[in-house]
């Protein structure tokens, strides 16, 4: 019985832990960026994209066509501004965007991507001269 116990106490546990990116942040979004951007340390063209967040903290991001580009790790992230918008927040430092954090309508939760090498090498000498929104519809 106490096993029992414990074990149902894990569950409960594991299930808050993995909160608000569970549901509704697990569909995809479809987002047009107009400038070449760096998400997990890949380089994208300006275009479509597909976003999707799988198993609650990996992060894919694909082409039109559906090819996958970036698939990453990612950490969760309170959304300040708490809008409840769907929206991709971008780091830009002179021409240079880099994708920096995703947010699903509705959630006040959002996933935060890691600093690629070529942000942080940048970050070493500049700081943002601004953070970027997208809004999605």
């Given at each position: 019985?106490?096993?029992l116990?414990?074990f149902?106490?894990l ?13 509704g942040q ?6 047009t960026?107009?400038?070449s951007?760096n ?6 063209e ?8 799988e ?21 969760a992230?309170?959304d300040?501004?708490?809008n ?17 954090s ?36």
């Open positions: 019985m106490k096993t116990a414990k149902a106490i569950v409960v546990l594991a299930t808050a832990a993995s909160g608000p990116t569970a549901f697990s569909e995809p979004i479809r987002a960026i107009p400038f951007f998400a997990g340390g890949t380089w994208l300006a275009g479509t994209y597909v976003v999707k967040l198993n609650g903290q990996v992060f894919r991001l694909m082409n039109e066509q559906g090819r996958t580009k970036v698939l990453t790790l990612s950490n992230v309170i300040k501004n708490r409840g918008r769907s929206r991709l927040i971008f780091n830009r430092y002179g021409d240079r965007h880099f994708l920096s995703v947010f699903w309508d509705g959630y006040m939760h959002g996933r935060e991507l890691p600093m690629s090498t070529a942000e942080i090498e940048i970050a070493k000498r500049v700081r943002p001269s601004e953070r970027i929104a997208v809004q999605l519809r």
